[in-house]
Every structure is written in C-alpha cells, then in structure tokens.
C-alpha cells in the first residue's frame, strides 16, 4: 500500500498498519488507519506484482476525512419589539457552523415551528 499526497509524492504506509493473510492461491494485505486524522486524507493504491513476469497491477481508492466539529451558533439572537399594525413579517437569523453541517430548528415557547419556518 501506498500513499499519494495532493502534491504527487508517494510514501509507503508503515508496515505496522499492514496484516497479510496468505492461501496457497492469494495473498491479503489489510491496511488499517489507526486514530485516523486530517492528514490521513488522500489516495491510497495497493499495487500487485507477478513473482512470473513481473507484471504489475493496481488498484487505488480515495480516503476523504473530516473532523467532527461540535455546532456553533454564529449570530446572536436579540430581543426586537415589533408594531404589528405596520408590520407584515420579521426575520430572525440563525446561523449554526459545523462539521458535518448542523440541522437548525425553531421553537416558541417550547414547541417546535416544523411548518411555521420559511428556509
């Protein structure tokens, strides 16, 4: 196994995250990534080599990795009086960040708005 960085280098994995299982007919090599982490993002390629003529073959995957990122709230909520008699609608932003991307709800007075909330 081997691992292609975006910058086109190539680096083979270390053999302490190799396990070989033979049989008389095949071999397999399990690559496993252990605390996996941002930099472990990339191409990986497994390449076979005939002990016969030296043929070569092999076959490549694409590891994408995120980092989990708890939600964030990035506008504050502020309190608004609002003159009924001149308005027709408000908005209230609420903007949440994070990885994967946070589900936003509205509640009022404890129940959930699932139909009243425009997106």
């Not at 086109?8 to 270390?14: D, Y």
């Not at 090599?29 to 070569?56: F, I, P």
Request: proline share 5%.
């Amino acid at each position: 196994w081997h691992h292609l960085y975006p910058d086109n280098v190539t680096e083979a994995v270390s053999s302490s995250m190799l396990k070989m299982k033979q049989t008389a007919y095949s071999n397999l090599l399990v690559l496993t990534l252990y605390r996996v982490q941002l930099e472990n993002a990339g191409k990986y390629v497994c390449m076979a080599e005939s002990r016969e003529d030296g043929g070569l073959v092999k076959a490549e995957t694409l590891v994408h990795v995120e980092a989990m990122v708890p939600p964030t709230l990035r506008i504050g909520l502020v309190d608004q009086t609002v003159d009924a008699s001149n308005t027709t609608s408000m908005s209230l932003p609420c903007r949440a960040d994070g990885v994967p991307s946070p589900e936003i709800r509205w509640f009022r007075d404890g129940e959930e708005m699932a139909g009243d909330v425009a997106g």
